[in-house]
């Protein structure tokens, strides 16, 4: 099972608190909305990416678990 980070760009208001939490997997375009890295959350960093989901303000970021 592998997990990858989504993104409601409707919902975003682009507070860019998720990039500052997992810049690894998370950057920034030009107004400040979320562009995700492709591919599953590593091991190492899915500690990081679950708090980058729970404190995103606006609900817009979540974690999709499927088989690798």
Not at 3 to 32: F, Q, S, Y
């Amino acid at each position: 099972m592998t997990e990858r980070l989504k993104v409601d760009m409707i919902a975003c208001d682009g507070h860019g608190v998720c990039a500052e939490l997992v810049p690894e997997l998370i950057g920034l375009d030009e107004w400040g909305y979320p562009i995700l890295a492709d591919g599953p959350v590593p091991k190492e960093l899915r500690k990081h990416a679950r708090k980058a989901v729970s404190l995103c303000p606006k609900i817009a970021l979540s974690l999709a678990t499927g088989r690798s």
